[in-house]
């Protein structure tokens, strides 16, 4: 079945090339000028995954990340035309799952969208034959979720795979670059920002939770789960 992947820009020569290429690229695809419209159409048919546009009439594409997270950890990639570290660190705050900046090449953000999917269905097509523990921490396979006690912390998929992923290695400290190859399959300077705003972003749910488990960082390294005493 076909991913459906919904677009929303206010100019009408990005929605036509987004359309063309994800649709040339075996998507279904469904483009809108605004947020509100985009919104609208996800509350009675959710989608795969989403692009917003940062910059558009009604809402932006930042406050329509924050609604659209309230209902749904559906991966979100931010456009903008923008390219400065306090817009950066809006859209990674926000709850996108990606951030590019336009003008960008199709092919990139095409090979970004692949890398989104391809993480998810790896990570849903493994099969555990236990849910993963880690002190107060609890990965349930069948709700894809990961829980304080019986509270879901309501991780993104980004966060929701690095968790997991340090879940997994029972205590052990993870370094940067292998953090970086295990959830985005490359290491370049986007990728180390969007781990370090990930990584702040699943502390604080951590905290909001009052988890015993705390998320560290190995100076010089990496990054370590500790059960707090």
């Known amino acids: 079945m076909k991913k459906r992947i919904y677009a929303a820009d206010d ?18 695809v469904s483009v809108f000028e605004t ?27 930042l406050e329509l990340t924050k609604e659209i997270r309230q209902i749904s ?10 390219d400065t570290d306090m817009d950066y660190v809006l ?40 849910d993963v523990r880690f002190g107060d921490l609890i990965y349930s396979d069948n709700d894809h979720a990961i829980y304080v006690s019986e509270n879901n912390l309501h991780l993104t998929e980004t966060e929701l795979q690095v968790m997991l992923y340090m879940m997994e290695q029972a205590g052990k400290a993870v370094s940067r670059d292998e953090l970086l190859d295990a959830i985005w399959g490359m290491s370049t300077d986007f990728e180390t920002r969007v781990t370090d705003e990930t990584v702040r972003r699943i502390r604080n749910k951590l905290a909001t939770q009052n988890s015993q488990v705390s998320l560290k960082t190995v100076w010089g390294y990496g990054y370590k789960l500790e059960v707090l005493q």
């Open 35 to 61: 947020g509100d419209e985009l919104l609208s159409a996800f509350e009675k048919e959710p989608c795969d995954l989403i692009l917003l546009d940062i910059m558009m009439p009604g809402r932006s594409g």
């Open 11 to 28: 100019d009408a020569n990005i929605r036509e090339i987004l359309a063309t290429f994800l649709e040339d690229t075996g998507y279904h």
């Open 91 to 130: 859209g990674i705050n926000s709850g996108s799952d990606d951030y590019m900046t336009k003008p960008f090449r199709p092919s990139i953000l095409m090979s970004r969208i692949k890398a989104l999917f391809r993480r998810i269905e790896m990570e849903q097509g493994q099969a555990k034959s236990d």
């Open 73 to 82: 950890t559906v991966p979100i990639i931010l456009l903008t035309a923008k």
